[in-house]
């Protein structure tokens, strides 16, 4: 008997290749064959869990006789070309043998670890994002991994929400950009045929969590959902990605997992084609939030939503075949679920070997080559961002180094958050570049303060102490890697601790103290912004951290990253963004009364979105506007005035005046990153499609047609030039 399906099987796969069908084609050829068992199958996602040793399934005789049943169509949290093959293995030998897909959080790399991605977003530059998605890409493919859970591009306006560390920051356009780059980056195909599956998620707005409380309520404007949180994630389905995943949250009282609103965008108005998997456990959840009579009913309205696998809630594989017998759920809607996967199966070639991502040579000589990590440095320096200095940076290397704070030594925490597959010893800390570059300084090291040990002040002493004998001081301040996360929002998002309170006795004792603050968010620390001489804003930067910040601490790089969401100087004033609205009583800078602020504090962030500095300076000049046809036409001449080469970020912003709905008083539409040798000078020319002006207004989508102002500036809050124009 299962002679006999096989050969069928292999027929029906061997035909349609002569034929030249398609791969929908193909899967129907399947679909024919399997029993609901087998349909439901391919919807059930299960987690294998990972120990020092390798990969354990929790209840592992139960998944192992699931596998080879057909009842498990993907896995997550399997790596590794031997056990993803030993895995494939008790999947191929169920009745249909049906290859599995495998799927892994790789965030930002794999085991090359590049900075988070809110670092990566504040390079502003699509070349960097794509080299450091698809050097994961490659490190996946060739550990027999198929699917990574990213692009996470939930725009978000709360510097509080512990997921910002994954995603693009807090603007739309910027985002969508992005989203285009870590598509491109990672599902390219290479050479020899591998290729990886991308996921945008979490749709949708799970960046809106009110409060900035990971998993809480959104509760949003159509208008703010359209106009903030969707665009990115249409960029990402035009440029054809293959999975999409779904929020936690809910929104507007519907939980993103069951949600027909969403779906119908992302398949009917988007025509999106790829699958879409549930975050983990999300679709049970939908009883937990008041939504679902039970989990039968949640499989039920999340499968009719359009979602087609289900991640470790068993919903699916409990129910599914029981709704269809009955006739709840028919039998069609399934199997357009199941079409989707095996299609993303063929896409990959496991149709036709399925252990082609599991070729141990690869996996040896293609991770953590030079290469790779080269390519992680370049990126690494790309993504700090030069927040202040009077002068000191860069700096020639003197004699006597003194190094303070914990961080300068931590490797984990120089890796940040969600680094599943790496070693948690490799990458370079600060301490370790420096002794590498200088072995002929003497660098002495103190920790000042302890990353976990909030309030304890045993350490200044020493630290002040190596600080006075010093010609220069490095000084690691940040929250440790553990404080920015899934599930790791914080209330207060000053630095930590006694840490600003030791960097002032620091910056007292020595003048000439260079801070680098690390974290996976945006931070207060008012007194460090204030007296500091010197700050570099360097994130997590994975494997070659260390390296990249001497790189712009001697001036080997010039900096050039950007602030990719606002940083407060208030907690009272989150959320903070700069594309705002005006209101009838806009903010003023006076403490007047009746103006949108409060009495006690500024209404300004401390870095506004976009701000960062350079070691050279840049002029702008002839700065022209026009409309041609169907675009917005911005001209400039671009100079680097000062003494280094270096790169300046070109930004321009919109507003339309009014309208049948309000606007933000500033929208980035356009932003290049311009490279200058030092004296030299550029034209520049920029445009802005029409069709990047439309919105979603009160009564739907509007063309965007006004009277507009345009902005060009080097910051969302420092304008250089602006003009009026109508557009219609
Ligand atoms: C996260 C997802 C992730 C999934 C699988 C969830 O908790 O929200 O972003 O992809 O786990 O690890």
Redesign the pocket.
């Known amino acids: 008997m299962k002679k006999t399906i096989l050969l069928l099987l292999f027929c029906s796969i061997m035909i349609p290749i002569s034929a030249q069908k398609t791969f929908e084609q193909k899967a129907d050829s399947i679909i024919a064959l399997m029993t609901l068992d087998e349909k439901t199958g391919q919807l059930n996602m299960v987690t294998g869990n990972w120990e020092a040793t390798g990969p354990v399934l929790r209840g592992s005789d139960d998944k192992v006789k699931l596998l080879k049943e057909g009842k498990i169509g993907s896995m997550?949290?399997i790596r590794g070309t031997k056990h993803t093959r030993d895995m494939q293995a008790q999947a191929l030998s169920s009745r249909l043998g049906i290859p599995l897909l495998f799927g892994l959080?790789v965030i930002h790399g794999y085991r090359t670890v590049f900075p988070i991605p809110l670092a990566i977003s504040s390079s502003f530059d699509p070349e960097a994002i794509i080299l450091a998605s698809r050097v994961a890409a490659r490190e996946s493919v060739v550990s027999g991994i198929h699917w990574t859970?990213s692009p996470?591009i939930d725009v978000s306006r709360d510097p509080r929400w512990g997921r910002v560390m994954e995603g693009p920051g807090e603007d739309t356009y910027w985002a969508s950009i992005m989203a285009k780059a870590m598509v491109e980056g990672y599902q390219q195909p290479f050479d020899d045929g591998l290729e990886l599956m991308a996921c945008a998620?979490?749709f949708a707005a799970y960046g809106a969590a009110i409060g900035g409380r990971d998993y809480n309520t959104v509760d949003i404007s159509m208008q703010t959902l359209h106009n903030v949180y969707l665009p990115p994630f249409k960029a990402a389905a035009d440029s054809g990605i293959a999975s999409f995943?779904c929020a936690?949250n809910e929104i507007n009282g519907v939980p993103a997992s069951g949600n027909k609103y969403l779906y119908d965008i992302l398949y009917n108005t988007w025509g999106y084609k790829g699958l879409v998997v549930s975050?983990?456990g999300s679709i049970g959840e939908m009883v937990v939030h008041g939504y679902s009579k039970d989990r039968e009913t949640a499989a039920q309205q999340a499968i009719e939503a359009g979602v087609t696998i289900d991640?470790e809630s068993n919903c699916y594989s409990r129910y599914l075949k029981q709704l269809v017998e009955e006739g709840k759920v028919s039998e069609q809607t399934l199997d357009n679920e199941v079409r989707k996967v095996l299609v993303q199966k063929y896409k990959l070639g496991l149709f036709d070997d399925p252990y082609r991502y599991c070729n141990p040579e690869k996996e040896a000589n293609e991770i953590l080559t030079p290469a790779n990590r080269e390519a992680a440095r370049d990126v690494a320096r790309k993504s700090i961002i030069l927040l202040k200095n009077e002068g000191l940076l860069p700096v020639e290397m003197p004699k006597k180094i003194a190094v303070i704070g914990p961080y300068a030594g931590a490797k984990r925490d120089m890796d940040g958050n969600w680094t599943v597959a790496t070693d948690k010893d490799v990458a370079v800390t600060l301490l370790e570049a420096l002794k590498t570059r200088y072995p002929g300084s003497e660098i002495s090291f103190a920790k000042g303060f302890d990353s976990k040990e909030n309030n304890d002040r045993s350490g200044f002493e020493e630290a002040i102490t190596i600080a006075g004998k010093a010609d220069i001081v490095l000084l690691t301040l940040g929250e440790h890697w553990g404080m920015s996360g899934?599930a790791r929002s914080r209330g207060d998002i000053h630095l930590p601790g006694v840490q600003e309170e030791l960097a002032c006795k620091i910056y007292e004792t020595n003048k000439n103290t260079i801070t680098l603050v690390m974290g996976g968010r945006p931070m207060i620390f008012n007194q460090v912004s204030e007296k500091a001489p010197a700050i570099l804003y360097t994130w997590w930067l994975g494997t070659e951290a260390g390296n990249a910040m001497l790189d712009v601490i001697c001036g080997e790089y010039n900096p050039s990253a950007r602030v990719p969401m606002s940083f407060p100087k208030h907690l009272g004033q989150i959320p903070v963004y700069y594309n705002r609205k005006n209101s009838g009583r806009p903010s003023v800078d006076a403490e007047g009364n009746y103006s949108n602020r409060y009495i006690d504090i500024d209404y300004k962030p401390r870095y506004p979105f976009a701000y960062g500095l350079s070691y050279t300076s840049f002029e702008y000049k002839d700065i022209t506007v026009s409309k041609d046809n169907d675009r917005i036409l911005i001209k400039l001449n671009l100079t680097n005035t000062g003494d280094y080469d270096g790169k300046e970020l070109v930004q321009v912003y919109v507003r339309k005046l009014w309208g049948e709905s309000t606007r933000p008083i500033k929208e980035l539409k356009a932003c290049e990153n311009i490279f200058l040798k030092k004296g030299e000078n550029k034209e520049i020319e920029m445009s802005i499609p029409c069709s990047g002006l439309r919105y979603y207004g009160q009564n739907g989508w509007e063309d965007g047609k006004g009277d507009y102002k345009i902005f060009v500036g080097r910051n969302a809050e420092e304008m250089i030039f602006d003009t009026e124009i109508p557009v219609y």
């Open positions: 997550l949290n959080d859970f996470m998620k979490h995943m936690f975050d983990w991640m899934e």
